[in-house]
């Protein structure tokens, strides 16, 4: 899908204009949760890993992968080993 914008002047002038329109859709988009994770990527065309770093590299720390995360998904892991350990016995 194409989508249309009209830039006032002064930030049609700049060296990017589209693409920062687009990096701020892809970062307001996913502070506010309308768009996921992998939504925001693709919207710019990076992988998740790329994505967090372009996250990074301009301070947005809020929803960055983080020790919390890591624990959770590492209790997961050692969730379905133990199921997986089980429906094989």
């Not at 009209?6 to 506010?32: F, H, N, T, V």
């Not at 890993?49 to 809020?62: A, H, P, Q, T, V």
Request: charged fraction near 25%.
């Amino acid at each position: 899908m194409q989508i249309t914008v009209e830039l006032p002047e002064d930030i049609a002038q700049r060296p990017c204009p589209g693409w920062e329109a687009l990096e701020a859709l892809a970062i307001e988009g996913y502070r506010s949760q309308a768009l996921t994770h992998f939504q925001a990527s693709q919207l710019l065309g990076l992988s998740r890993f790329e994505f967090d770093g372009f996250l990074k590299s301009r301070n947005i720390y809020d929803h960055a992968y983080d020790v919390e995360d890591l624990e959770q998904d590492l209790a997961t892991l050692r969730q379905l080993e133990v199921t997986n350990r089980s429906s094989r016995q």
